[in-house]
């Protein structure tokens, strides 16, 4: 075994050897399974096409509709300084979403909800909007808005007319007046009254009309605020009469030019249990990396027939949550680097949150030791950056044309499998490759709540099916076409 490591100081000898079996807790594996990663690839070459980012397609299939999905960084772009920046801010960013989580679940938890002030901005609930990236395009009362899609909040909003105070965004404003078909929503009914349990905030009434006012906040200070209100809205093709909404007049963030958010969660105000006698509750994505020209989907609806899945899809139990069921959790009760499975006793022992809108996954203090001492184990021999933020596994890669990167595998309750695709498990800080980080972190606290981030789920069929409370994996090359 220990000859084996040797040779994998080599990477370019790599594809040369064969690879030794080896045993562990009894299980066959193939030591040292890795994939081929092409460094130059990220080195962000697209033109800035600030119009791709508008008007995302769509397209109905097998009773399933389908919108195309983009990373934003792919219509926001700028040159290699503004890259690195980009991609230093987001992990920065990320980590506030992931403390504004974590106070979130455990004021959740302890049952604390608050009001809406107007001098204090609570900060109890949502996420860190700057860090959300994917977008997709939508019709709101018959206007055409780009959003952004989040699975770890419910409310979907757009900023709207007149708007005390707005960030750019690139389409015009919602303006309420020029839809025949937009009503708010009454401070006095249930929709309302269901805000404290989806946001954090109760609503509050507002005079003559009682509307209901809404807040979201965040953990850095951005937030939404605005009146809720109902809608026509088009999925693609599919209409959904009467969806509630926030119109939010009151707008402040990083939401990088989108008209709003899609909110994906699982309370009753969310997209999904708002459409759930359309698309029965059933949705699914495959989030694009960054490269140049790369779509993805979010399917709603349908079953997997539509798919371009290249592996069998496995399943997990959703597990619940009563305080927190907003959130989707699931039961790690594994994880493999480079085919060799981490001997850790606390998997399994807490759930896991998977999220859409953090950027990079959250592991126990304790699996991520052991991850991390495996991956240097099997990454070895190459010269290492210094630490950036959240990530402290480090790499200048710079003098490489390519790498041979352990594959990462994360095993769920029920035999599932989430294999990690191999521009999932490096982080670029510097896109000359000069301090490319292993693209997992570490949470402070054991008892904190982990999390299965975007940037491992690229690439990945994620289904989401809310009526069988489970969550299904395969792989897929992510495509809108
Ligand atoms: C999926 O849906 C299509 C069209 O609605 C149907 O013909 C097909 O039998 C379904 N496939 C499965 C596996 O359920
Ligand atoms: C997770 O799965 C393991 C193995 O099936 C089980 O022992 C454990 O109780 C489960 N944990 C939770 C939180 O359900
Ligand atoms: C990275 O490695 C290259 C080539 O070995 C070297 O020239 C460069 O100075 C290194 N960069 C940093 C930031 O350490």
């Not at 359309?278 to 140049?292: K, N």
């Amino acid at each position: 075994m220990v000859k084996a490591m040797a040779l994998l100081l080599f990477p370019s000898m790599l594809s040369l050897l064969v690879f030794p079996l080896i045993v562990h807790n009894g299980v066959v594996h193939c030591f040292g399974e890795k994939k081929l990663l092409k460094l130059q690839q990220f080195q962000w070459k697209q033109k800035w096409d600030a119009s791709s980012c508008l008007s995302q397609k769509s397209r109905k299939e097998k009773g399933a509709t389908i919108l195309e999905m983009k990373h934003r960084d792919y219509c926001y772009g700028g040159g290699a300084e503004d890259w690195n920046k980009l991609l230093q801010k987001r992990l920065i960013l990320d980590d506030l979403r992931v403390q504004s989580l974590q106070a979130r679940i455990k004021n959740k938890a302890s049952g604390k909800t608050e009001g809406v002030s107007d001098t204090r901005i609570p900060l109890t609930s949502g996420v860190e909007l700057g860090t959300l990236n994917y977008i997709v395009t939508v019709e709101l009362g018959g206007r055409k808005m780009t959003v952004i899609v989040d699975t770890g909040s419910d409310l979907t909003w757009v900023q709207c007319q007149p708007c005390k105070s707005c960030y750019n965004q690139k389409e015009p404003l919602f303006n309420p007046s020029a839809s025949p078909s937009y009503q708010t929503v009454s401070c006095k009914s249930s929709t309302c009254q269901s805000l404290a349990f989806a946001t954090g905030n109760t609503g509050i009434c507002g005079n003559n009309p009682p509307t209901c006012n809404y807040i979201v906040s965040y953990g850095d200070g951005s937030y939404t605020r605005g009146e809720l209100a109902h809608d026509h809205l088009s999925l693609g093709k599919t209409p959904v009469d009467n969806f509630v909404f926030g119109c939010g007049r009151n707008n402040k963030g990083l939401f990088g030019g989108a008209s709003g958010l899609m909110g994906l969660g699982r309370s009753s105000i969310s997209l999904v249990s708002q459409t759930s006698e359309i698309f029965g509750g059933f949705f699914s994505y495959c989030l694009p990396s960054t490269q140049a020209g790369a779509s993805g989907s979010l399917v709603l609806g349908g079953n997997s027939s539509v798919y371009k899945t290249s592996s069998a899809i496995s399943y997990t139990r959703m597990i619940p949550n009563p305080q927190l069921s907003t959130f989707y959790f699931l039961n790690l009760t594994g994880v493999s680097v480079g085919g060799v499975t981490l001997p850790d006793s606390t998997f399994g022992k807490g759930s896991m949150l998977i999220d859409s809108g953090t950027v990079i996954t959250r592991l126990p203090p304790s699996i991520y030791k052991a991850l991390k001492a495996e991956f240097m184990k099997q990454f070895s021999g190459f010269p290492s950056a210094p630490a950036f933020s959240i990530l402290d596994t480090c790499f200048n890669l710079s003098s490489y044309q390519e790498v041979d990167v352990p594959t990462i595998k994360m095993q769920f309750e029920g035999n599932a499998e989430m294999n990690v695709d191999v521009t999932g498990v490096f982080y670029f800080v510097k896109t000359d490759a000069s301090q490319v980080c292993l693209a997992l972190a570490s949470l402070s606290f054991e008892d904190e709540i982990g999390i299965i981030a975007n940037y491992q789920q690229r690439n990945q069929r994620v289904i989401y099916d809310t009526k069988k409370t489970k969550l299904g994996f395969a792989q897929e090359t992510c495509s809108f076409t």
